[in-house]
């Protein structure tokens, strides 16, 4: 079995052979950039990792899938900054601003149709069970997307809500990464439950961690511009619990900050972000992240695994909600 180091060596060097260049150029450049601009790579270091726990042949049979994961993830992102008008992407310009919107639409468009390209070489013997999982998921991560657009036209909405729109935007992606690596590998099908539950609440835990970072996170290494979802008003998880717990004076006062325009974007980072350490938004959601981490590696309880592998996926789990970026 390999370390979590040879992994994700495996996986650079994998990404590295990727090459979506054809012509024309306007279409597939701002592919080869996005994938040049780098990334954290985690679906497809999870999708090897769960199919290392029972196998150690890596062909095309199992690189080629764990790429489609993270072809899928690429284009979701170009598509996404379009979305969220996002003007940087990991320190670097997003494709739309690059390029533009017509150019950058289409690119992610051809992505989409690489990634089943990729994803067909799985083993003949799995592959309808790996189809099947990876359109669910595909759906259900627009699923998310669409509910993110609709809570930004809200006043406020629940935990609850938050919860299950990152369910689906992201947690369902790092699940599906988790299950299809096991599904090639020839894994059972409670073990291959199981890992599902485990990412898919690693993938709660993740995202909540990704909230956090963008309002306590160092510039220099999270890969993008602090605040940017308070400037935005995006109904981060931070921002969602501060409305939860704020009494009606703080909750005025969170009002009249998001109340803020563009110009005043300095202010209003530093103005909510007193909030949030006011409220202990910060702790809180540190504890949540805690929450789900724990609640994923219980799931692995119901897998047929042994000491060292849960020490792996504990490895796994430990590197992403322990990040700086």
Not at 266 to 275: F, G, H, N, P, Q
Request: hydrophobic fraction near 40%; include cysteine; charge should be negative.
């Amino acid at each position: 079995m390999l370390t979590f180091a040879e992994i994700s060596a495996l996986t650079e060097k994998t990404v590295a052979t990727v090459d979506l260049r054809n012509e024309p150029k306007e279409l597939y450049d701002p592919i080869h950039y996005i994938f040049s601009i780098g990334g954290k790579r985690i679906r497809p270091k999870l999708c090897l990792t769960c199919y290392n726990l029972f196998a150690d042949r890596f062909d095309e049979h199992i690189l080629r899938p764990a790429m489609a994961l993270e072809i899928f993830h690429a284009f979701t992102l170009i598509h996404d900054d379009i979305m969220d008008k996002a003007d940087r992407r990991r320190g670097h310009l997003t494709v739309h601003k690059k390029w533009c919107d017509n150019i950058a639409i289409l690119s992610g468009d051809v992505m989409s149709i690489k990634a089943y390209e990729y994803l067909a070489a799985a083993p003949k013997d799995c592959l309808p069970q790996v189809l099947a999982l990876f359109n669910r998921t595909a759906a259900q991560v627009c699923e998310g997307q669409q509910y993110d657009m609709n809570f930004e036209d809200l006043p406020i909405i629940s935990i609850e809500e938050y919860t299950q729109m990152i369910a689906l935007k992201t947690a369902v992606l790092l699940a599906c990464s988790a299950k299809m690596g096991a599904l090639i590998a020839g894994c059972d099908a409670q073990t291959a439950d199981a890992l599902y539950r485990w990412g898919y609440d690693l993938g709660l835990a993740f995202q909540i961690t990704d909230d956090y970072l963008d309002s306590f996170g160092d510039p220099k290494t999270f890969g993008k511009n602090i605040g940017g979802d308070i400037t935005n008003n995006k109904k981060s998880w931070l921002l969602i619990e501060s409305l939860r717990i704020a009494s009606p004076e703080d909750r005025q006062e969170i009002e009249k900050i998001m109340a803020l325009g563009e110009a005043n974007a300095a202010e209003k980072i530093e103005r909510m972000l007193a909030m949030y350490r006011k409220l202990n938004i910060h702790t809180n959601a540190r504890e949540a992240i805690v929450h789900y981490y724990d609640s994923a590696m219980a799931a692995l309880q119901e897998a047929e695994l042994n000491t060292d592998q849960i020490k792996l996926l504990d490895q796994f789990a430990q590197n992403l909600i322990k990040r700086e970026k």
